[in-house]
């Protein structure tokens, strides 16, 4: 069974940057960050497998970045350059198996609470 919980969430003003972290128990192989705003789906913002591997959403590209701490098991998305348009309940999400597409929301089958992130502009 793996369990996930987000934390780092806030409020920040456009052009500022926030740091997400989601604390990891049991085997994972693919962990990625989504997001869902009012009214829309929800949507993959980055996501990293257990070789390390990354990728991006288009409208993260350059301003977020993934990545995995295996000494304390979590995994961080560190989000700079925020648009009001990154405001969102984003959620860490993670599989222990290979999945085709990691930025996907159905391919996980695990999931946290979820962490609200406002940007002002």
């Known amino acids: 069974q793996v369990q996930l919980v987000e934390s780092g969430g806030g409020s920040v003003q456009s052009g500022g940057s926030m740091r997400l972290s989601c604390a990891v128990s049991g085997y994972t192989y693919c962990m990625g960050w989504f997001r869902q705003a009012p009214g829309k789906e929800r949507e993959g913002v980055a996501a990293?497998?257990?070789?390390?591997?990354?990728s991006y959403a288009d409208f993260v590209k350059g301003r977020f970045t993934i990545s995995i701490d295996n000494a304390d098991n979590a995994l961080y998305l560190e989000m700079a350059k925020l648009k009001p348009e990154d405001t969102a309940m984003y959620s860490c999400?993670?599989?222990?198996?290979?999945?085709?597409?990691?930025?996907?929301?159905?391919?996980?089958?695990?999931w946290g609470q979820g962490t609200q992130v406002t940007v002002s502009s």
């Open positions: 999400a993670a599989d222990p198996r290979w999945l085709r597409n990691e930025l996907r929301p159905s391919e996980y089958r695990y």
């Open positions: 990293i497998n257990s070789g390390g591997s990354t």
